[in-house]
C-alpha cells in the first residue's frame, strides 16, 4: 500500500475510482514495430499533425471572430510547431531507425525539444514550453483517438487527481460525480481548497507527487481531514475508511439544521455566523446549515472559464437572485478579485512575476473603470430587491477606498437619472487583507460603514507566504503573533470607530482560531457553509468573558506552536467530552 501526504484541504472521506486529468493523462509506452508497420506509424503521425492543425485553425478562427485578431494570434505559436519540418523530421527518424511506435517517437522529440528550450537563456523561448506541452496533448489525444477531456461526461462518480486545478475547472466540476478531489500543488487557501471546503467535497493540495502515482480507475482512499491517500493494496484498511465514511455522512446529517438560528455565548454576548459562497449551487447550502446570510459572496467565478465579460444584465441576474433568496438576511457581494491564482481569459490579463502582488482585485477594478462599472450597477440594482451590502477586496490604503466610493457614487447618479431602484444607503465595506490596510485600519474606520478580515491574504502577506504554494505551506500559520496582532488591532480600530467587524477568512471557519477570534471581540464569522454548525455549537458552548481573558493570554505567546497548544489546553478543561467534537474533528 502506499501512502502520500499532503496538505489537507477539505475534511471528509472518499472512496473510489481515481481519474487522472491533465498532464499524465496518457500513459505512452514503448513499442517495438516491425519493418511493415514503419510507413502506418508515418502514415498515422501526418494524419494526427493534420487533423489537430484543422482544429487549432478552426480554433483560432473562432477565437479571432469572438476576440478580435490579436487574440487568435496566440495559436500561431502552436501552429508553428506543428509546421516544424526538424521536429518531424526527428520523430520520423525515431521510427525508422529505431523502430519504435509513433506515440513514444513523438513523445521523445517533443522532450528533446522543450529540454533545449529550457536549457536557453531566453525568457520568451522558455515560455514556448507551455506551447508546446499543450500541442503535444493535443497531438497525443488524435493519435490516442481521445476526444478533448470534458468533465461534463463523466459517467460515473470519481476522485478527481490533477496537477492543478484552475478555478473555473474547479467551478465547473460536474458536483454529483466528483467524490474527492486530489492535487500536487496548492496551499490550504489555494481556491481549489476554498470551493472543495464550500462544496463538502473531501480534498488533499499539495501532494506534490499524486499524478506520478496515481492512474486513472485506480482505487484509492482519500481522507481529506489526515491530507492522505491511500492507494495499492488498500484491502486491509478499507473497512475501516469504510467505518470513517459512514461516520461523516452521519454527522453532515445531524449537524444539518432546518432553520436559520442566532448564536449568542453562554454569557449572551451575540454574534453572526454567514456563509462563503462563490457558486449559485452553494445558496441551498447556506439556508441548509442555517448561516444568517452570506457574508462573502465572491463574484469573480462569473467572470472565469469564458470567454466574453458578463454584461450588466447577467451580473444583475446572478446578484439580484442571491440578495431575494437570502432575505431578510444580508448578501456581501465583493466586487471581483482577478489576479492572484484567479485569471480572466478576457481581457487578457498579462501574466506576471508575482500576481499575488500584483495587478489584481481593486487594482484591477480601479484601472478598468469600464468593467468595475458595470459590476458596481448590477449590484446597485440588486440592492433595490434585496438586503445587499457591497465590499472592496485588495484596499492597501484610504485613496483606493476613496476612489472606489467615487466611482460607486458615479453609477448610483446614472440609476438615478434612469429611474433604476437601489438601495441609497448601501453599507460600503472594506476587506482588511493586505497588512498596510490593518495598519491603517483607524484611518479606513471612519470612511467604512464595516470590515471584513481576510485573513488568507493578511495571512500570506504578513508572513510574506505564498498562500497556493506547498512548498512554504508550513510557514503559513493563522496562528502567529504576528497575524493575531493585526487581527486584534483591527478589530480594536474598528470598535473605536463604531463599525462592526467580520472574517471572511478561512480562518475563523476553524474551531481552535474561532474561539480566539470570539475572545478578540470579532463581530461577524463568515465561512464555508458546512462549517457554520459546528462553530455556532462552539460559540454557544463559551463564555465570553472566559474567553476574552484566554485570548488575551493567548496573544502573550511567541509562537503559534504556543499560542495553538494552549487554545488547546483551555477549550478541552472548559468543553470537556465536547472538546474532541467540537474542536478537532
Ligand atoms: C481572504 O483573503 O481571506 C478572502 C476571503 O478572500 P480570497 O480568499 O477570495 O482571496
Ligand atoms: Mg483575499
Redesign the pocket.
Known sequence: MIKLKGIAASGGVAIGKAYCIGREEFSIIKRKISHEEISTEIYRLEEALIETRRELTNLQKRISEELGFAHGKIFEAHLLVLEDRVLIEDIIQQIKNKKINVEYAFSQSIKKYTDTLLRLDDEYLRERVVDIEDISRRVLRKLFKQEAISLQDLKEKVIIVAHDLSPSQTASLPKDKVLGIVTDVGGR?SHTA?IARSLGIPAIVGLEVATKHIKSQDKIIVDGSEGVVLLGHIDKVLKEYQGKLSRYTKEAKIIHVPKILKTATLDNKEVTISA?IELPEELPLVAEFGAEGVG?Y?TEFIFLGRRDLPNEEEQYKAYVNVAKKIKPYSVIIRTI?IG?DKFLSQPQVPKEMSPFLGWRAIRFCLARPDIFKVQLRAILRASGEGNVKVMF?MISGIEELREAKKILEDCKKELKKEGQEFDETIAIGTMI?VPSAALTADVLAQESDFFSI?????IQYSLAVDRANEKVAYLYEPAHPAVLRLVKSVIEDAHQHHIWVGM???MCGEALFASLLLGFGLDEFSMPPPRVSKIRELIKSLKFEEVKAIAEAAIKFSTSKEVEKYLQEELRRILKDDFERLVMV
Open positions: 487557501t476554498i462563503n462573502l465572491r478579485d492572484g477586496p487583507e481576510g485573513t488568507n491574504d493578511l471572511c477568512g478561512e
